[in-house]
């Protein structure tokens, strides 16, 4: 069984250098050709998916679809979660990154952008978005470190992407740079000091095959 990690294409606030958080822009001409790149190389690899699971984000939703698209599997249902959303910036979403780093020194940015547990400003209260209405609004975060953001990722690992896999289903996951970091550092088992700097390509493939015992075998990243 593998699992396939996909970062999201390039959004329009990527390109403009905006934090983004769960803010929720569209993926840009860029991001379009990114993702669909994607799909090419996964196509090229012959792997098929039985399973596809995403965030509830635009950017991550549309990056599934032209991945699938690429590998004419669009047929196949796409499961979607609060849990894979990219990490919440809480007060700093929306605001330019170098005209924030200006306001508050390169050194602070850093520490809310990279740190492992260092929540960033919070949000005076959750957002009013449609798609979060129907949760539990203690779970609705007004800002997040990574930590947080893995401590809500795991469950979905444990209830869903495991589950696929233990089935011997090849799973696909389009999501994003620190809620894909997060699982990354699960799998991997990277300290905490670490998992701050893995960088991770919009758009490239990542493939992990298992054992039995969902032990990661080896990993592949398709460029």
């Known amino acids: 069984m593998k699992l396939v990690l996909v970062r999201h294409g390039q959004s329009e606030y990527n390109l403009k250098n905006i934090f983004t958080g769960w803010l929720d822009p569209h993926l840009s001409p860029q991001g379009i050709d990114e993702a669909r790149r994607g799909g090419r190389l996964l196509k090229e690899s012959g792997i098929k998916f039985d399973a596809v699971h995403t965030s509830l984000q635009s950017r991550a939703i549309e990056t599934a679809f032209y991945l699938l698209e690429e590998l004419d599997q669009v047929y196949l249902p796409v499961h979607k979660s609060w849990r894979l959303n990219e990490r919440h910036y809480g007060a700093l979403q929306g605001l330019n990154k170098a005209v924030t780093a200006q306001k508050y020194g390169e050194d ?109 075998l080896n990993k592949t990243v398709l460029k």
């Open 108 to 216: 602070q940015v850093f520490t809310w952008r990279r740190s492992y547990d260092v929540k960033p400003p919070l949000l005076d209260q959750p957002m009013d978005d449609p798609r979060y209405q129907g949760m539990d609004q203690s779970l609705v975060p007004r800002g997040e470190s990574l930590k947080d953001c893995l401590k809500r990722v795991l469950p979905y690992w444990q209830d869903h992407l495991s589950v696929d896999l233990k089935e011997n289903k090849n799973v696909l996951v389009a999501a994003h740079g620190n809620s894909l970091r997060s699982l990354i550092k699960y799998l991997e088992g990277i300290d905490d000091q670490t998992i701050p700097s893995l960088e991770l390509a919009t758009g490239q493939p990542i493939i992990y095959e298992f054992d039995g015992d969902l032990q990661v």
